[in-house]
């Protein structure tokens, strides 16, 4: 994989830049700058080469969203940015003339294309036009098959940036962990995790399964689950998973309190007792033998919240970041709400590796390449 150090003339050259600029955006501003601060070194090693930079990237997923809130957020870390509010054509043709060496232009939202997400060949031809080089540095959309990730290289020649060079060289270790080893793995959407579940049996110690993802399980068990959070899962294969010994799934959770606010919850062992409140988190119980696999572990490799994070069920998912942090196990994690429970907490720099990508990270450990990555070879 040729990486941007491998790019010979610099000097006043349009490069076009696929960063990472999809983050979580509040009453107009961004509330988590931790992707556009990994987005930094790759620009700045452009910037001090005297290239002219140039920045795409998505925001969102229905097309509608602006970037010039993370235009406004960005400019904290880089001074000699500019936006534009056209992706491709005349506007933007002639904001790209403008840029003076050492200078970065961030485009609008790529996703108001509906060839983006399409892959539409005239759409990466439209986005081409802008540079002569291109420098995938956008690990979080590398497992799409979108125009700026794989129809641009198509057209010209392409490089890694530095984030996707480390995130590869990271999550290849995470492939061959030291032992003992805990992989973890929340969040929802069997279908989507059955892939890296099944490789991480096959290559660490313990695979406990947690978030809502444990509900598809528990159902297959026979519990009851009308009540809470399941996909539309393959049975027969939860059901050939649960008989690996390696995997671990909850002993008890918090269940909803009906007419209780909606992050308050109680908790209940599954002993065979029919949990008709919606289940919203891991509990106690499980949560306390996780700790004891965290602090057995020599690494830990960690995707997904414990609990319905986003209302407010935090409790397993902050003690779960805290013990790991503490553990001195080699540690990477990745996934939104992950990231955002460290980030609250303050211990982002207790962890070996935190990974930009949550599904690109489950995809990667599953296959060992992605299509963005296979697209610069």
């Not at 060839?115 to 439209?126: Q, T």
Request: charged share 25%; proline share 6%.
């Amino acid at each position: 994989m040729r990486t941007v150090r491998d790019i010979r003339v610099l000097e006043n050259v349009p490069v076009m830049v696929r960063a990472a600029l999809n983050v979580p955006i509040e009453e107009g501003k961004v509330r988590n700058t931790f992707r556009l601060r990994q987005a930094v070194p790759t620009i700045r090693f452009l910037q001090e080469r005297h290239a002219r930079v140039i920045l795409i990237g998505h925001i969102g997923d229905t097309g509608t969203e602006t970037l010039h809130p993370v235009y406004e957020a960005m400019r904290e870390f880089l001074p000699k940015l500019s936006f534009c509010r056209a992706t491709t054509g005349p506007e933007a043709r002639a904001a790209v003339r403008a840029l003076v060496p050492g200078e970065v232009l961030m485009l609008e939202n790529l996703r108001r294309h509906s060839g983006e997400k399409n892959n539409d060949p005239a759409f990466a031809a439209d986005l081409a036009e802008l540079a002569d080089v291109f420098v995938e540095d956008s690990f979080d959309v590398c497992h799409r098959k979108h125009a700026s990730v794989v129809g641009v290289p198509e057209l010209l020649p392409s490089y890694a940036g530095l984030l996707v060079e480390h995130e590869v060289a990271e999550l290849t270790k995470a492939l061959t962990p030291k032992r003992p080893s805990l992989a973890i793995i929340g969040g929802a959407k069997f279908s989507t995790k059955q892939p890296v579940i099944k490789v991480l049996l096959e290559r660490y110690d313990n695979v406990f399964v947690g978030g809502a993802l444990s509900n598809d399980f528990l159902k297959a068990k026979g519990y009851p689950m009308e009540a809470s959070l399941v996909s539309d899962a393959d049975e027969a294969a939860i059901r050939e998973l649960l008989k690996h010994p390696r995997l671990v799934i909850p002993s008890d959770e918090i269940y909803a309190v009906p007419g209780a606010p909606a992050s308050t919850g109680k908790a209940g062992l599954l002993d065979g007792k029919a949990p008709y409140e919606a289940v919203l988190d891991n509990g106690p119980r499980t949560v306390a033998h996780l700790m004891e696999l965290v602090r057995n572990a020599k690494t830990v490799l960690w995707n997904g919240p414990l609990g319905n994070y986003e209302k407010g069920f935090v409790e397993g998912t902050e003690r779960l970041a805290d013990a790991i942090a503490r553990s001195g196990a080699y540690s990477v994690l990745g996934g939104g709400d992950t990231i955002a429970a460290v980030e609250k907490l303050g211990i982002s720099g207790h962890f070996s590796f935190i990974s930009t990508g949550g599904g690109a990270m489950l995809d990667f450990i599953a296959h060992g390449t992605l299509p963005g990555i296979e697209a610069l070879s």
